[in-house]
Protein backbone atom coordinates (compact mmCIF):
# COMPACT_ATOMS: atom_id res chain seq x y z
CA UNK A 1 0.00 0.00 0.00
CA UNK A 2 1.35 3.50 -0.69
CA UNK A 3 -0.27 6.45 1.63
CA UNK A 4 0.23 10.11 0.50
CA UNK A 5 -1.33 12.95 2.80
CA UNK A 6 -2.77 15.49 1.42
CA UNK A 7 -4.46 17.11 3.93
CA UNK A 8 -4.44 17.52 8.07
CA UNK A 9 -0.33 16.57 7.87
CA UNK A 10 1.21 18.79 11.13
CA UNK A 11 -2.45 20.84 11.39
CA UNK A 12 -5.97 20.12 11.93
CA UNK A 13 -7.89 20.77 9.01
CA UNK A 14 -8.36 19.53 5.38
CA UNK A 15 -8.27 15.84 6.15
CA UNK A 16 -7.51 13.69 3.14
CA UNK A 17 -6.07 10.81 2.74
CA UNK A 18 -5.13 9.06 -0.33
CA UNK A 19 -4.77 5.22 -0.37
CA UNK A 20 -3.09 3.31 -3.50
CA UNK A 21 -3.61 -0.62 -3.35
CA UNK A 22 -3.33 -3.16 -5.57
CA UNK A 23 -4.34 -0.57 -8.49
CA UNK A 24 -7.38 0.40 -6.53
CA UNK A 25 -6.47 4.60 -5.30
CA UNK A 26 -9.10 5.09 -2.38
CA UNK A 27 -9.85 8.65 -0.61
CA UNK A 28 -10.13 9.02 3.12
CA UNK A 29 -11.95 12.19 3.86
CA UNK A 30 -12.15 14.79 1.80
CA UNK A 31 -11.99 18.28 4.53
CA UNK A 32 -12.08 21.99 4.20
CA UNK A 33 -9.03 23.74 5.00
CA UNK A 34 -9.61 26.51 7.37
CA UNK A 35 -12.83 27.93 6.57
CA UNK A 36 -11.99 29.84 3.89
CA UNK A 37 -14.04 29.33 0.98
CA UNK A 38 -14.21 32.38 -0.22
CA UNK A 39 -10.74 33.55 -1.40
CA UNK A 40 -9.49 33.03 -5.31
CA UNK A 41 -6.08 31.48 -3.57
CA UNK A 42 -7.75 29.83 -1.06
CA UNK A 43 -6.18 25.68 -0.53
CA UNK A 44 -9.42 24.90 -0.79
CA UNK A 45 -9.62 25.85 -4.55
CA UNK A 46 -7.53 23.17 -5.64
CA UNK A 47 -6.54 19.36 -5.30
CA UNK A 48 -3.36 17.93 -5.18
CA UNK A 49 -4.23 14.82 -6.42
CA UNK A 50 -6.60 13.53 -9.51
CA UNK A 51 -9.88 12.94 -8.10
CA UNK A 52 -11.36 11.56 -11.51
CA UNK A 53 -8.27 8.83 -10.58
CA UNK A 54 -10.45 7.70 -7.43
CA UNK A 55 -12.03 4.61 -7.47
CA UNK A 56 -13.97 4.94 -3.60
CA UNK A 57 -14.21 7.90 -1.07
CA UNK A 58 -14.67 6.73 2.98
CA UNK A 59 -15.57 9.32 5.32
CA UNK A 60 -14.99 8.96 8.50
CA UNK A 61 -17.48 11.65 9.97
CA UNK A 62 -19.29 14.49 9.15
CA UNK A 63 -17.32 17.31 10.82
CA UNK A 64 -16.42 20.07 7.98
CA UNK A 65 -12.89 19.40 8.47
CA UNK A 66 -13.75 15.97 6.99
CA UNK A 67 -16.30 16.38 4.22
CA UNK A 68 -16.43 20.01 3.40
CA UNK A 69 -14.94 19.93 0.00
CA UNK A 70 -16.49 16.63 -1.72
CA UNK A 71 -18.87 18.12 -3.59
CA UNK A 72 -15.55 19.74 -4.91
CA UNK A 73 -15.14 16.41 -5.64
CA UNK A 74 -17.90 16.12 -8.40
CA UNK A 75 -16.59 19.28 -9.89
CA UNK A 76 -13.72 17.84 -10.58
CA UNK A 77 -14.82 14.94 -12.50
CA UNK A 78 -15.10 12.38 -9.79
CA UNK A 79 -18.31 9.57 -10.35
CA UNK A 80 -17.53 6.84 -7.86
CA UNK A 81 -19.20 5.86 -4.24
CA UNK A 82 -18.75 7.78 -1.02
CA UNK A 83 -19.07 5.42 1.89
CA UNK A 84 -20.25 6.82 5.21
CA UNK A 85 -22.13 5.26 8.07
CA UNK A 86 -25.70 6.04 8.35
CA UNK A 87 -25.85 9.15 10.47
CA UNK A 88 -23.19 10.39 9.14
CA UNK A 89 -25.09 10.26 5.63
CA UNK A 90 -27.78 12.16 7.34
CA UNK A 91 -25.76 14.83 8.65
CA UNK A 92 -23.68 15.40 6.05
CA UNK A 93 -26.31 16.30 3.59
CA UNK A 94 -27.90 19.09 6.62
CA UNK A 95 -23.59 20.11 6.79
CA UNK A 96 -23.10 20.45 2.96
CA UNK A 97 -26.22 22.03 2.37
CA UNK A 98 -25.24 25.02 5.15
CA UNK A 99 -21.55 25.44 3.75
CA UNK A 100 -23.19 26.20 0.51
CA UNK A 101 -25.40 28.64 1.35
CA UNK A 102 -22.47 30.04 3.44
CA UNK A 103 -20.22 30.58 0.68
CA UNK A 104 -23.20 32.37 -1.16
CA UNK A 105 -23.56 35.24 2.10
CA UNK A 106 -19.85 35.25 1.89
CA UNK A 107 -19.84 35.69 -1.53
CA UNK A 108 -22.18 38.60 -1.36
CA UNK A 109 -19.82 40.46 0.79
CA UNK A 110 -16.82 39.63 -0.99
CA UNK A 111 -14.93 41.93 -3.65
CA UNK A 112 -12.34 39.99 -5.52
CA UNK A 113 -9.92 42.23 -7.10
CA UNK A 114 -10.26 40.58 -10.94
CA UNK A 115 -14.43 40.34 -10.84
CA UNK A 116 -16.75 37.90 -9.20
CA UNK A 117 -15.09 35.31 -7.64
CA UNK A 118 -16.93 31.30 -7.91
CA UNK A 119 -18.45 29.18 -4.95
CA UNK A 120 -16.46 26.05 -4.23
CA UNK A 121 -19.91 24.23 -5.09
CA UNK A 122 -23.25 24.90 -5.28
CA UNK A 123 -26.26 23.04 -4.40
CA UNK A 124 -26.62 20.81 -7.21
CA UNK A 125 -23.04 19.52 -5.95
CA UNK A 126 -24.13 18.64 -2.70
CA UNK A 127 -27.48 16.68 -4.49
CA UNK A 128 -24.83 14.48 -6.16
CA UNK A 129 -22.64 13.99 -3.25
CA UNK A 130 -26.16 12.64 -1.51
CA UNK A 131 -27.00 10.55 -4.08
CA UNK A 132 -23.73 8.71 -4.67
CA UNK A 133 -23.69 7.61 -0.62
CA UNK A 134 -23.43 4.43 0.43
CA UNK A 135 -24.39 4.08 3.83
CA UNK A 136 -23.12 0.57 6.11
CA UNK A 137 -23.86 0.06 9.53
CA UNK A 138 -21.08 -0.25 12.24
CA UNK A 139 -19.54 -3.60 12.72
CA UNK A 140 -20.34 -4.91 9.28
CA UNK A 141 -17.65 -5.48 6.64
CA UNK A 142 -17.96 -4.42 2.94
CA UNK A 143 -16.19 -5.85 -0.30
CA UNK A 144 -15.68 -2.00 -1.63
CA UNK A 145 -13.36 -2.77 -3.83
CA UNK A 146 -12.47 -6.39 -4.83
CA UNK A 147 -10.72 -8.05 -2.38
CA UNK A 148 -11.21 -4.89 0.24
CA UNK A 149 -13.61 -4.80 3.01
CA UNK A 150 -14.45 -1.82 4.86
CA UNK A 151 -15.89 -2.05 8.13
CA UNK A 152 -16.83 0.96 10.42
CA UNK A 153 -16.09 0.74 13.84
CA UNK A 154 -17.95 3.58 16.08
CA UNK A 155 -14.81 6.16 16.98
CA UNK A 156 -17.71 7.81 19.86
CA UNK A 157 -16.73 11.04 18.45
CA UNK A 158 -19.99 12.49 17.51
CA UNK A 159 -23.04 11.26 15.83
CA UNK A 160 -22.13 8.91 13.39
CA UNK A 161 -18.33 8.98 13.30
CA UNK A 162 -16.37 5.95 13.07
CA UNK A 163 -12.83 4.41 12.56
CA UNK A 164 -11.82 3.07 9.15
CA UNK A 165 -10.67 -0.36 9.08
CA UNK A 166 -9.95 -1.94 5.78
CA UNK A 167 -8.85 -5.56 5.42
CA UNK A 168 -6.70 -6.62 2.41
CA UNK A 169 -4.54 -9.32 1.10
CA UNK A 170 -1.28 -7.81 -0.30
CA UNK A 171 2.08 -9.53 -1.21
CA UNK A 172 0.49 -12.89 0.21
CA UNK A 173 -0.21 -11.34 3.31
CA UNK A 174 -3.71 -10.28 5.46
CA UNK A 175 -2.78 -6.93 6.10
CA UNK A 176 -4.99 -4.46 8.35
CA UNK A 177 -5.16 -0.69 8.01
CA UNK A 178 -7.09 1.34 10.69
CA UNK A 179 -7.38 5.09 10.17
CA UNK A 180 -9.27 6.35 13.79
CA UNK A 181 -10.35 9.69 12.10
CA UNK A 182 -11.17 11.64 14.97
CA UNK A 183 -11.22 9.62 18.05
CA UNK A 184 -14.16 10.34 21.29
CA UNK A 185 -13.39 10.31 24.53
CA UNK A 186 -14.26 7.96 27.03
CA UNK A 187 -17.15 8.15 29.85
CA UNK A 188 -18.83 11.30 28.41
CA UNK A 189 -22.11 9.39 29.55
CA UNK A 190 -23.76 10.56 26.05
CA UNK A 191 -21.93 8.54 23.34
CA UNK A 192 -20.28 5.21 23.96
CA UNK A 193 -15.99 4.80 24.54
CA UNK A 194 -14.01 4.39 20.94
CA UNK A 195 -14.52 1.38 19.86
CA UNK A 196 -11.12 -1.27 20.53
CA UNK A 197 -9.61 -2.47 17.36
CA UNK A 198 -6.84 -5.29 17.36
CA UNK A 199 -4.51 -6.85 14.81
CA UNK A 200 -3.47 -3.50 13.11
CA UNK A 201 -0.78 -3.73 10.50
CA UNK A 202 -0.63 0.02 9.54
CA UNK A 203 -2.23 2.92 12.09
CA UNK A 204 -3.09 6.22 10.81
CA UNK A 205 -4.21 8.39 14.19
CA UNK A 206 -5.49 11.41 15.08
CA UNK A 207 -3.47 13.61 17.61
CA UNK A 208 -5.82 16.70 18.08
CA UNK A 209 -4.78 16.81 22.11
CA UNK A 210 -1.75 14.05 22.19
CA UNK A 211 -0.11 16.48 24.62
CA UNK A 212 -2.73 17.64 27.22
CA UNK A 213 -4.99 15.99 29.55
CA UNK A 214 -8.48 17.14 29.55
CA UNK A 215 -10.91 17.13 33.02
CA UNK A 216 -13.52 14.00 33.43
CA UNK A 217 -17.00 13.85 33.14
CA UNK A 218 -18.11 14.31 36.65
CA UNK A 219 -15.41 17.24 37.14
CA UNK A 220 -16.72 19.20 34.11
CA UNK A 221 -20.70 18.71 35.65
CA UNK A 222 -19.36 20.03 38.63
CA UNK A 223 -17.93 23.05 37.19
CA UNK A 224 -21.33 23.65 35.04
CA UNK A 225 -22.93 23.15 37.75
CA UNK A 226 -21.64 26.18 39.85
CA UNK A 227 -21.52 28.13 36.93
CA UNK A 228 -25.16 27.81 36.08
CA UNK A 229 -25.35 28.99 40.37
CA UNK A 230 -23.54 31.90 39.79
CA UNK A 231 -25.88 33.21 37.01
CA UNK A 232 -28.88 31.98 39.26
CA UNK A 233 -27.74 34.39 42.09
CA UNK A 234 -26.18 36.89 39.68
CA UNK A 235 -29.50 36.66 37.25
CA UNK A 236 -26.95 36.87 34.62
CA UNK A 237 -26.23 35.52 31.36
CA UNK A 238 -24.00 32.77 30.05
CA UNK A 239 -22.94 32.23 26.66
CA UNK A 240 -21.42 29.43 25.28
CA UNK A 241 -20.15 29.30 22.18
CA UNK A 242 -20.78 25.71 20.47
CA UNK A 243 -20.33 23.79 16.88
CA UNK A 244 -23.95 23.32 15.85
CA UNK A 245 -22.64 19.64 15.62
CA UNK A 246 -21.98 17.97 18.48
CA UNK A 247 -21.04 20.03 20.63
CA UNK A 248 -24.40 21.83 20.96
CA UNK A 249 -26.15 18.50 21.46
CA UNK A 250 -23.36 17.52 24.23
CA UNK A 251 -24.04 20.73 26.17
CA UNK A 252 -28.13 20.64 25.88
CA UNK A 253 -27.32 16.22 27.25
CA UNK A 254 -25.28 17.80 30.15
CA UNK A 255 -27.25 20.28 30.96
CA UNK A 256 -30.38 18.42 31.00
CA UNK A 257 -28.47 15.74 33.53
CA UNK A 258 -27.80 18.71 35.58
CA UNK A 259 -31.59 19.65 35.90
CA UNK A 260 -33.09 16.45 36.54
CA UNK A 261 -30.34 13.92 37.77
CA UNK A 262 -28.69 16.57 39.74
CA UNK A 263 -32.06 18.33 40.86
CA UNK A 264 -30.36 22.05 40.00
CA UNK A 265 -32.69 24.72 39.62
CA UNK A 266 -32.97 24.83 35.81
CA UNK A 267 -32.57 28.15 34.48
CA UNK A 268 -33.68 28.91 30.88
CA UNK A 269 -31.65 27.35 27.76
CA UNK A 270 -31.21 29.18 24.56
CA UNK A 271 -30.40 27.48 21.81
CA UNK A 272 -29.08 29.74 18.75
CA UNK A 273 -28.73 28.15 15.44
CA UNK A 274 -31.43 26.93 12.83
CA UNK A 275 -28.57 24.66 11.47
CA UNK A 276 -28.16 22.98 15.50
CA UNK A 277 -32.25 22.81 15.51
CA UNK A 278 -31.88 20.43 12.25
CA UNK A 279 -28.64 18.40 13.34
CA UNK A 280 -30.63 17.98 16.71
CA UNK A 281 -33.52 16.52 14.98
CA UNK A 282 -31.20 14.13 13.73
CA UNK A 283 -29.79 13.11 16.58
CA UNK A 284 -33.12 12.38 17.81
CA UNK A 285 -33.58 9.75 14.70
CA UNK A 286 -31.00 7.54 16.15
CA UNK A 287 -31.70 7.10 19.83
CA UNK A 288 -29.69 3.43 19.17
CA UNK A 289 -26.10 5.73 19.41
CA UNK A 290 -26.12 6.27 22.73
CA UNK A 291 -25.06 4.88 26.01
CA UNK A 292 -27.54 2.81 28.19
CA UNK A 293 -27.06 5.49 30.62
CA UNK A 294 -28.28 8.40 27.92
CA UNK A 295 -30.99 6.50 26.42
CA UNK A 296 -32.68 6.29 30.11
CA UNK A 297 -32.58 9.90 30.97
CA UNK A 298 -32.95 10.80 27.55
CA UNK A 299 -36.52 8.33 27.32
CA UNK A 300 -37.89 10.80 29.87
CA UNK A 301 -37.81 13.23 28.05
CA UNK A 302 -40.20 12.74 24.84
CA UNK A 303 -37.96 15.45 22.44
CA UNK A 304 -35.34 13.99 23.37
CA UNK A 305 -32.20 16.58 23.77
CA UNK A 306 -34.14 19.41 24.76
CA UNK A 307 -36.84 19.22 28.15
CA UNK A 308 -39.13 22.16 28.68
CA UNK A 309 -36.25 23.98 29.71
CA UNK A 310 -34.99 24.17 26.02
CA UNK A 311 -35.53 26.75 23.12
CA UNK A 312 -34.47 26.78 19.83
CA UNK A 313 -34.41 30.18 17.90
CA UNK A 314 -34.88 29.78 14.23
CA UNK A 315 -35.46 33.30 13.33
CA UNK A 316 -33.43 35.98 13.32
CA UNK A 317 -36.08 37.77 15.58
CA UNK A 318 -36.35 35.42 17.76
CA UNK A 319 -32.31 35.66 18.17
CA UNK A 320 -31.92 39.41 18.75
CA UNK A 321 -34.80 38.92 21.12
CA UNK A 322 -32.34 37.36 23.13
CA UNK A 323 -29.43 40.48 23.93
CA UNK A 324 -32.37 42.03 25.36
CA UNK A 325 -33.55 39.54 27.75
CA UNK A 326 -32.66 39.64 31.24
CA UNK A 327 -30.84 36.72 33.17
CA UNK A 328 -30.33 34.20 34.31
CA UNK A 329 -29.97 32.23 31.12
CA UNK A 330 -27.61 30.43 28.55
CA UNK A 331 -27.13 30.97 25.32
CA UNK A 332 -25.89 28.45 23.40
CA UNK A 333 -24.53 29.78 19.27
CA UNK A 334 -22.22 29.16 16.81
CA UNK A 335 -19.67 29.23 15.47
CA UNK A 336 -17.54 27.15 18.30
CA UNK A 337 -14.76 29.41 17.74
CA UNK A 338 -17.06 32.82 17.60
CA UNK A 339 -15.28 33.64 14.09
CA UNK A 340 -18.63 34.02 12.79
CA UNK A 341 -21.95 33.52 13.02
CA UNK A 342 -24.84 34.63 15.74
CA UNK A 343 -22.32 34.15 18.72
CA UNK A 344 -20.97 37.03 18.20
CA UNK A 345 -24.21 39.39 18.69
CA UNK A 346 -24.64 37.48 21.64
CA UNK A 347 -20.72 38.11 23.14
CA UNK A 348 -21.39 41.64 21.98
CA UNK A 349 -23.68 42.35 24.34
CA UNK A 350 -22.45 40.48 26.86
CA UNK A 351 -18.69 40.65 27.88
CA UNK A 352 -18.85 43.95 29.17
CA UNK A 353 -20.75 42.80 32.06
CA UNK A 354 -18.97 41.28 35.00
CA UNK A 355 -21.96 39.03 36.39
CA UNK A 356 -21.95 37.43 32.97
CA UNK A 357 -20.20 34.35 31.83
CA UNK A 358 -18.45 33.28 28.92
CA UNK A 359 -17.98 29.15 28.65
CA UNK A 360 -15.30 27.58 26.31
CA UNK A 361 -16.60 24.27 25.71
CA UNK A 362 -14.01 23.01 22.69
CA UNK A 363 -10.97 23.42 20.90
CA UNK A 364 -9.92 26.72 19.60
CA UNK A 365 -7.53 27.22 16.69
CA UNK A 366 -4.69 29.77 17.26
CA UNK A 367 -5.27 33.49 15.88
CA UNK A 368 -9.30 33.28 16.46
CA UNK A 369 -11.58 35.22 18.89
CA UNK A 370 -12.40 32.37 20.83
CA UNK A 371 -8.57 31.88 21.51
CA UNK A 372 -8.16 34.76 22.69
CA UNK A 373 -11.05 34.71 25.09
CA UNK A 374 -9.91 31.69 26.06
CA UNK A 375 -6.21 32.92 26.96
CA UNK A 376 -8.46 35.76 29.14
CA UNK A 377 -6.99 39.24 26.86
CA UNK A 378 -8.50 42.38 28.93
CA UNK A 379 -10.14 43.85 25.09
CA UNK A 380 -11.31 41.93 22.23
CA UNK A 381 -12.74 43.07 19.27
CA UNK A 382 -16.26 41.88 17.61
CA UNK A 383 -17.96 43.52 14.72
CA UNK A 384 -15.09 46.35 14.02
CA UNK A 385 -15.72 47.26 17.88
CA UNK A 386 -13.77 47.39 20.82
CA UNK A 387 -15.05 45.92 23.86
CA UNK A 388 -13.69 45.36 27.16
CA UNK A 389 -14.09 41.81 28.66
CA UNK A 390 -14.87 41.72 32.27
CA UNK A 391 -17.05 38.96 32.21
CA UNK A 392 -15.96 35.74 33.64
CA UNK A 393 -14.29 33.34 31.28
CA UNK A 394 -14.12 29.71 32.02
CA UNK A 395 -12.52 26.93 29.76
CA UNK A 396 -14.01 23.48 30.43
CA UNK A 397 -12.00 22.16 27.17
CA UNK A 398 -13.18 18.83 28.59
CA UNK A 399 -16.56 18.56 26.68
CA UNK A 400 -14.07 18.14 23.93
CA UNK A 401 -15.31 15.45 21.64
CA UNK A 402 -11.48 14.92 21.26
CA UNK A 403 -9.75 11.71 23.18
CA UNK A 404 -7.20 13.32 25.30
CA UNK A 405 -3.62 11.91 26.16
CA UNK A 406 -4.62 9.57 28.34
CA UNK A 407 -7.89 8.19 25.96
CA UNK A 408 -5.60 7.47 23.21
CA UNK A 409 -2.75 5.67 25.30
CA UNK A 410 -5.95 3.64 26.53
CA UNK A 411 -7.06 3.01 23.19
CA UNK A 412 -3.17 2.20 21.47
CA UNK A 413 -2.53 0.08 25.05
CA UNK A 414 -6.01 -1.81 23.72
CA UNK A 415 -4.29 -2.34 20.18
CA UNK A 416 -2.85 -5.38 21.99
CA UNK A 417 0.73 -3.53 19.70
CA UNK A 418 2.56 -4.94 17.32
CA UNK A 419 1.61 -2.49 15.12
CA UNK A 420 4.17 -2.46 11.73
CA UNK A 421 3.41 1.00 11.16
CA UNK A 422 2.21 4.18 12.17
CA UNK A 423 1.35 7.84 11.27
CA UNK A 424 0.19 10.69 13.24
CA UNK A 425 -2.26 13.37 11.48
CA UNK A 426 -4.81 15.74 12.69
CA UNK A 427 -2.73 17.83 15.70
CA UNK A 428 -0.71 21.03 16.18
CA UNK A 429 2.78 20.18 15.76
CA UNK A 430 3.64 20.32 19.28
CA UNK A 431 0.72 17.41 20.38
CA UNK A 432 2.11 14.91 17.44
CA UNK A 433 5.89 15.34 19.28
CA UNK A 434 3.63 14.74 22.83
CA UNK A 435 2.00 11.33 22.02
CA UNK A 436 4.57 9.82 19.58
CA UNK A 437 6.75 8.13 22.32
CA UNK A 438 3.21 6.79 23.79
CA UNK A 439 2.46 5.52 20.39
CA UNK A 440 5.64 3.88 20.01
CA UNK A 441 5.47 1.51 22.28
CA UNK A 442 2.85 -0.65 20.14
CA UNK A 443 5.15 0.10 17.21
CA UNK A 444 7.90 -1.96 15.46
CA UNK A 445 8.86 0.81 13.07
CA UNK A 446 9.88 4.29 13.92
CA UNK A 447 6.20 6.56 14.15
CA UNK A 448 6.20 8.96 11.94
CA UNK A 449 4.49 12.73 11.61
CA UNK A 450 4.71 13.46 8.04
CA UNK A 451 4.49 16.21 6.15
CA UNK A 452 1.80 17.63 3.26
CA UNK A 453 1.84 15.57 0.76
CA UNK A 454 4.08 13.33 2.53
CA UNK A 455 3.79 9.77 0.45
CA UNK A 456 5.04 6.29 1.84
CA UNK A 457 5.16 2.83 1.16
CA UNK A 458 3.73 0.54 3.95
ZN1 LIG B 1 -14.35 15.80 14.12
Same mark, same amino acid.
Given at each position: ?32 ? +?????? /? ?10 ? !? ?48 ? #? ?32 ? =????? $????? $? ?43 ? =? ?11 ? @? ?10 ? $????? #?????? #? ?37 ? /????? @??? $???? !? ?19 ? +? ?16 ? +? ?23 ? !? #? ?27 ? !? ?34 ? =? ?37 ? @? ?11
Amino acid at each position: MRITFHGAARQVTGSAHLLEIGGHRILLDCGLF +DSDRVS /PDSPNRHFSFDP !RSLDAVIVSHAHNDHIGRLPCLTRAGYAGPIYTTKATGDILNVMLRDSAR #IQREDLRNFQGDNGPVEPLFELHDVEWVVDHLRR =LPYEL $PAEIL $PGIYLTYKDAGHILGSAMVQLDYREHDRDRRFVFTGDLGRRNTGL =LPDPTVVKNIDIL @VSESTYGGKELD $PNEKL #IKQLHA #IVARATRLQSKIVIPAFSLGRTQRMVYCLQELFTVHKVR /PIPVY @VDS $PLAL !RLTDIHREHPDAYTPQARKLM +DRDPQYFGADFVHFCGSW +DESRRLNHMSGPMIVIASSGMCEAG !R #IKHHLKHAVEDPDNAIVIVSYQAEKTLGR !RIAEGVEEIEIMDQWLDLNAAVYVLDGFSGHADRND =LAWWYEQTGGNIEHAFLVHGEPASMDAIRPTLQKFVTNE @VVIPEPLGSFEV
